[in-house]
Nanobody, 121 residues
Framework: QVQLVESGGGLVQAGGSLRLSCAASGSIFRLNAMGWYRQVPGKQRELVATITSGGSTNYADSVKGRFTISRDNAKNTVYLQMNSLKPEDTTVYYC???????????????WGQGTLVTVSS
């Protein structure tokens, strides 16, 4: 079984910064793409940023220039540095990972439990 554990959420004032972390553990042969998504209650989960195993990144237009995704492959961890936060960034952020399982090598997909980010005005 593969688990993703997020940390780093919290309360911050508008214009401030937070750094989210997500560590993957379990029967992982190889981690492929990882990413961050967010979901406002009543709406669909939306992409925030993704990063491939080679380091190629993709961002939602709403966070370009403010958020930076990175990863440490040795630690099976992905990060999201969030700067210039706005009240509309307030919601639960979820980590996501595609991987190959140890042993049979079949592909898998996992989500973290979510971490709440609250930006006050």
């Amino acid at each position: 079984q593969v688990q993703l554990v997020e940390s780093g959420g919290g309360l911050v004032q508008a214009g401030g910064s937070l750094r989210l972390s997500c560590a993957a553990s379990g029967s992982i042969f190889r981690l492929n793409a990882m990413g961050w998504y967010r979901q406002v209650p009543g709406k669909q989960r939306e992409l925030v940023a993704t990063i491939t195993s080679g380091g190629s990144t993709n961002y939602a237009d709403s966070v370009k220039g403010r958020f930076t995704i990175s990863r440490d492959n040795a630690k099976n961890t992905v990060y999201l540095q969030m700067n210039s936060l706005k009240p509309e960034d307030t919601t639960v952020y979820y980590c996501n990972a595609d991987f190959l399982r140890m042993g049979p090598g079949d592909p898998g997909h996992a989500w973290g439990q979510g971490t709440l980010v609250t930006v006050s005005s």
